[in-house]
Each structure stands twice: as structure tokens, then as C-alpha cells.
């Protein structure tokens, strides 16, 4: 029934309009669909009088979404991703796989405990796929009780759902990322305490609010409070920030090897590990599959 009432040329022409939203563009979002642009014109036309509203703005310099176009491109990426994640189990179940696992995982996690967990899984079940997307810390218990995902790899407190739950992977130390002319960045080892007085560039509270609250405890157990001169939304973005002298960072130990020649990765002799990598999943949801999984993970945690 809900077959036959739902017109899926909609999904298409959402798609479309997601196009056309990053190139901003018609020309450009229509070369990339290898499409004339009258068709895809018409397509976005006939998208907004489907829906009743204006979603794009059309000017001289190209395309900007509106007030709904913006509101509704959270859903459309949403969207976007769950079409990439069928795609993908598609061609892994065409190639002979049994199933496809669905994983979520902050930066950290992806670049260090994801590929050692798919290795393993790969020795230990051949036949079962991994799909791994990126995730903020904030958005997991979300992801897993709506079953997105089967597991979460980030920085978690204690879950605020009780059908969530949650194993410690490691815990690691913070170090401070200097500009490279910073009046310490010369040192090998300093106290958090040295940076009382300075300006701080850290990630969004929203986005990670277990991670920023252990870095901001970390600092006041150091006797201050720290200044946020800028949030941001990534850990990449923090280095950029620092690169660029708009204030100092506290990393996971993990991204030392990651800074370019613009900063300066200082161990912090006064802080301990209070940065916390967990697995979490929702109980209520698992497979046999992602017991199976877990089961593995549980054995024998991966190695930072």
C-alpha cells in the first residue's frame, strides 16, 4: 500500500537538488549528472511544485537554496548516505558476501581502530562486509537506535538511553598544539597549567559533549578555565586553526602524527588519560551477524 502512494521520482529529484545545491550551479551540477540542462531544470521545477515550495534562489552568479532549501538538506544528506550505504551492500551481496555490517566512527576511530577491526573481522568472518561512515560523537546513540548503524566508535560518556550500551576501547592522554613561533612550542614536555592565559581552539560542545567536557575538566583540575577563542567541527580543523596562530588545541595523543610543519605537538606532563575511545551499540538491535561481531571485539580489543 505505501508502495503504490509514495511516487518515487521524488528521491531522484532530491538527489538532483543536492547537486545542483553544492556546485551551485545548473551548468555545473548538469555536467556532473551528465545531463543537458533544460532536463534538469525542468526536473528541479517540477520537484518544487510537487512539494509547494521555492527551494532554489536563481541569480546571475548560479543557484542559492532558499530558506526551505536550506532546512531540508540536513534530510537530503541523510538521504544521500543511506542510498550510498544500499549501494554498497548491493555490491557486496552481488560479490558473494552474506551481509554488510554498518559501523559508525569518529576521525580517530576510523584511522586507527576501524581498519584493525576490519582485518580481524575479515580473517574471522570472510563473508561479511564492512561500511563504515563517519559519525560526530554527539549523533551515535541516535544512529544506533534507529538501527542506521550496528556499532559506534567514538567518545562517549554513559548513554543516556538504557538500551544503549557501551565498552571502553583505550583511554589516552591530550597533548596542546602550538603555533610553530609559540613561546613554548620550543619545549619537549610542558604542564597544562602553562596554558592558563592562552586562547584555545576546540571542537563544538554539540558535537562531541562527553570529549570537550573531559578536555575542559582536564583543565580546570590544572587550576583554569580555558578560553574558546574558536569552536569547530573537526579535528582537522583544529590543527588548521592552530596552524594559522588563532589560538592552541588539545588533541587525542593519536593526531601527533598528523600535524604539519605549522604546529607543534607538546606532551603534557600534568595531564592524565582522560580521553576515552569507546564501542557502543544498542542491545536491542543486534544481529546475529553483530553478535557475532561484538563477540570478536570483546576477545580481544584492538591495540591503539
Known amino acids: 500500500m505505501i508502495v503504490k ?8 529529484q532530491l538527489l538532483l537538488f543536492a547537486v545542483v545545491v553544492e556546485e551551485k550551479s545548473i551548468r555545473r551540477a548538469a555536467k556532473r549528472l551528465a545531463m543537458s540542462q533544460p532536463p534538469l531544470s525542468a526536473q528541479l521545477d517540477e520537484l518544487e511544485a510537487r512539494l509547494g515550495m521555492k527551494l532554489l534562489q536563481r541569480n546571475a552568479r548560479g543557484v542559492t537554496p532558499t530558506q526551505a532549501g536550506e532546512a531540508m538538506m540536513p534530510d537530503v544528506l541523510r ?20 551481509g554488510v555490517l554498518n559501523v559508525g566512527a569518529v576521525l580517530e576511530a576510523m584511522l586507527g581502530w576501524v581498519p584493525q577491526f576490519r582485518y580481524r573481522l575479515k580473517k574471522a568472518m570472510p563473508d561479511l562486509a564492512l561500511y563504515t561512515k ?9 544512529e544506533l537506535l534507529s538501527g542506521r548503524i550496528a556499532f559506534a566508535s567514538g567518545y562517549f560518556g554513559r548513554p543516556r ?9 583505550f583511554r589516552e592522554k591530550p597533548v596542546a598544539l602550538l ?18 592565559g592562552e586562547e584555545f581552539v576546540l571542537p563544538a560542545r554539540s558535537i562531541s559533549p562527553f570529549f570537550v567536557d573531559s578536555l575542559i575538566g ?21 590543527i588548521a586553526y592552530v596552524g594559522c596562530g588563532q589560538g592552541i588545541g588539545l588533541v587525542p595523543a593519536f593526531f601527533t602524527r598528523m600535524v604539519p610543519p605549522s604546529v607543534k605537538a607538546v606532551h603534557l606532563s600534568d595531564a592524565g588519560p582522560v580521553i576515552e575511545l ?6 536491542d538491535r543486534q544481529t546475529p551477524l553483530s553478535r557475532h561481531a561484538l563477540a570478536l571485539i570483546q576477545a580481544a580489543p584492538e591495540k591503539h
Not at 603555533?179 to 592558563?196: E, F, K
Open 134 to 142: 563517519e559519525i560526530d560523537s554527539g549523533d551515535a546513540e541516535s
Open 79 to 98: 538521504l544521500i548516505g543511506e542510498a550510498e550505504k544500499l549501494d554498497y551492500s548491493v555490491r557486496q551481496i552481488r560479490e558473494g558476501q552474506c
Open 161 to 169: 538511553s538504557p538500551f544503549i550500551q557501551r565498552a571502553l576501547l
Open 179 to 196: 603555533p610553530l613561533d609559540h613561546r613554548l612550542a620550543g619545549r619537549g614536555r610542558i604542564r597544562l597549567a602553562d596554558l592558563s
Open 5 to 12: 502512494r509514495f511516487d518515487y521520482r521524488l528521491i531522484r
Open 278 to 283: 569507546s564501542l557502543a551499540w544498542c542491545e
Open 218 to 238: 582536564a583543565c580546570r583540575t590544572a587550576g583554569f578555565a580555558p578560553r574558546i577563542r574558536h569552536e569547530v567541527s573537526t579535528t582537522m580543523r583544529e
